[in-house]
């Protein structure tokens, strides 16, 4: 735990909302018209473990009060980046900055305790012989007894746990003992905190309160949060902006909508959310795939290109509908497997090539296994297009 008194400005709601909405800028200007550095920044930071790379020539900015959420396979280097920010591993090569301070790199070295880094991890690891209130207040050590109460009661209030002040950490729920982590964390007021799956032992319903109470907490004193998550739905609600990595770099860094809608790879694409790949034959116009037209730019050498088909992007119908003569492709398919998921019906169902798609379907559509229907790009919605490995930059 690297939590230590650390005093500045008493930020309000208000400064959050200010912050939240321009945290999505990349590089703002203060009143001075002075650029201003981002909350945290990695630059060029490089870690191996003898012969291992786990984090390799990584450059990430993260603006101040923006939540940014790290989501990638195991081993991918998610923890090595949160102790390089932490202080508890020194890079090899590159630079971190806290704010406008070099911590690491350039031959500055700032202990874990000085650097205005709080961290929550997956186990609460309270103290288990410590009130709630003399857990927040171990972080506090310097500041004033009258501030420390008013701290203890203020992240408690921000986390709706109040009246368990005189608690003891085994007297809590899993859940009420992770807001309590967080409320420790946010004590010291730092500039950045880092949430190492946080949420991860909680069960289902738990944690969607759990993350619920936490990001409202962050926005509320306008923290600037890293979160480490395995959950892609968790990554598309809480982050501001996602950090897909692989292989100790981040791949793509974008909004939710970004990452999701317009994937820079065949990686991000299948990583964050689910995605099938077809196959694209050209014509005069451009680019037809089996569900349809994908694309009528002619550049592109369709021996090397895919769709990449979201389940969200296939339409099924029983009948072709009466203007069928619009030029719209569609493909004559045989439903092959139907998951009910409550609000949606995923439907899996086989193309006449052999290949198979998905399909999000409302809870009320339940086709049979072995229906015929036809399938079809959604009207309106444009799949990105992978060459190679990459896709091409879609048209906005
Ligand atoms: N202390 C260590 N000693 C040796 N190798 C390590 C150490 N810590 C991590 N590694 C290796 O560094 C790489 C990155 O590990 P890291 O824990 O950062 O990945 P991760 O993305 O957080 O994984 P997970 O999602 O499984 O927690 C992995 O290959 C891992 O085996």
Redesign the pocket.
């Known amino acids: 735990m690297t939590s230590e008194a650390t005093v500045g400005r008493d930020a309000t709601p208000d400064d959050a909302r200010e912050t939240h909405v321009g945290a999505r800028t990349a590089y703002e200007t203060n009143d001075t018209g002075a650029q201003r550095d981002p909350a945290l920044a990695l630059r060029t930071v490089s870690k ?3 012969d ?4 390799c020539e990584l450059d990430l900015a993260v603006e101040a009060g923006e939540i940014v959420a790290l989501i ?12 390089l920010v932490a202080g508890l591993e020194r890079p090899d090569a590159g630079e971190v900055r806290v704010g406008d301070a070099t911590v690491a790199g350039r031959g500055a070295w700032v202990p874990p305790e000085k650097r205005r880094v709080g961290l929550v991890f997956q186990e609460h690891a309270l103290f288990p012989h410590l009130t709630v209130g003399d857990n927040i207040r171990f972080g506090l050590a310097g500041v004033a007894r009258a501030e420390q109460d008013a701290r203890v009661r203020k992240v408690l209030e921000l986390v709706h746990l109040p009246h368990t002040v005189d608690r003891y950490p085994h007297e809590l729920s899993g859940g009420e003992q992770q807001r309590i982590a967080l409320a420790r964390s946010l004590a010291p007021r730092p500039e950045v905190v880092l949430l ?2 946080p949420f991860s032992s909680l069960d289902e319903s738990l944690r969607a309160r759990v993350r619920t109470d936490t990001v409202d907490a962050l926005r509320a004193t306008g923290t600037t949060a890293i979160l ?1 998550t ?1 959950d892609q739905t968790e990554a598309l609600t809480v982050g501001d902006r996602i950090g897909v ?1 692989r292989a ?1 770099v981040v791949e793509q860094l974008g909004t939710p909508a970004e990452v999701f809608e317009r994937p820079v790879s065949r990686f991000v694409a299948s990583f964050m959310g689910d995605a099938d790949f077809l196959p694209v034959v050209a014509d005069e116009h451009g680019l037809m795939s089996e569900l349809g037209r994908v694309m009528v730019r002619t550049d592109v050498d369709a021996r090397e290109a895919e769709v990449v088909v979201r389940p969200h992007e296939v339409a099924l119908t029983l009948t072709l509908p009466a203007d069928g003569g619009d030029g719209v492709a569609r493909a004559r398919a045989v439903v092959e497997r139907v998951e009910y998921h409550g609000a949606f019906v995923l439907h899996t169902v086989r193309l006449p090539s052999g290949r198979t798609v998905r399909s999000w379907q409302p809870h009320s559509v339940r086709y049979p296994v072995g229906t015929e229907v036809v399938a079809s790009i959604q009207p309106g919605l444009v799949p990105s297009l992978l060459v190679g490995d990459h896709t091409l930059p879609t048209p906005d």
Request: hydrophobic content about 25%; glycine content about 20%; charged content about 15%.
């Open positions: 191996s473990y003898g291992t790379p786990a984090v990638g396979p195991s081993g991918c280097g998610k923890s090595t980046l949160l102790r190492d799956e480490v395995h990595m100790g």
